[in-house]
């Protein structure tokens, strides 16, 4: 994986969720509802815990991505821990974004609620971001093995083609006592 640009996508979806869950603590702030009637004060828990949810799993996927960040800083060489790590990552964006909707549509007491046009092009840029490190990985996956694979594949199968001659020589030198034997199907009926 390139390390550069793998810095730079964990950097930005980092402060990206990091702002949206400081921005999702400060909009309505968490507060412990006090006690209210009973079909009330379970409405008003169940907003405070998906709002809590909320800010957790933004504040989880920014850590995720920072996470992501030191892993490609710190590693060298290969780069498989990175690239699973940013798929961790985006997969964490990608379920905390579809959250984020099931919870606006909760928060509006409505039964289904259309995703804004924001948070579309959101959801698409993680998923991009998630296709683009996986090519990018793959590419530098493939680019390393494919020569050290020609080479291994090159003389096992001269080895193979070898070992088959070898054997077909030894068959054809070897001597034969030829004899009749009767199909298997013959019961020495005539």
Known sequence: MN???AILLSVYWAVNFGLAARSAALAEGIVVPVGTSGAESVWHASQFFGHLGVVLGN???AALFSWTLLVSLL?????RETANLAGLACAAALVMLLVDVAYAGLAAKVATVAPSAAMMMKFLAVLATHLVLRREGAGVDSGEAAPALRA???????????????????R????HRL??????NDHGSP
């Open 3 to 5: 390390r550069t640009f």
């Open 179 to 184: 004899r009749f034997s009767p199909p298997a």
């Open 172 to 175: 054809v030198a070897r001597r």
């Open 59 to 61: 504040a989880l996927v």
């Open 152 to 170: 291994t594949s090159r003389v096992s199968t001269l080895r193979t083609i070898d070992a088959a001659h070898d054997t077909m020589a030894d």
């Open 75 to 79: 590693e060298e060489g290969d780069r």
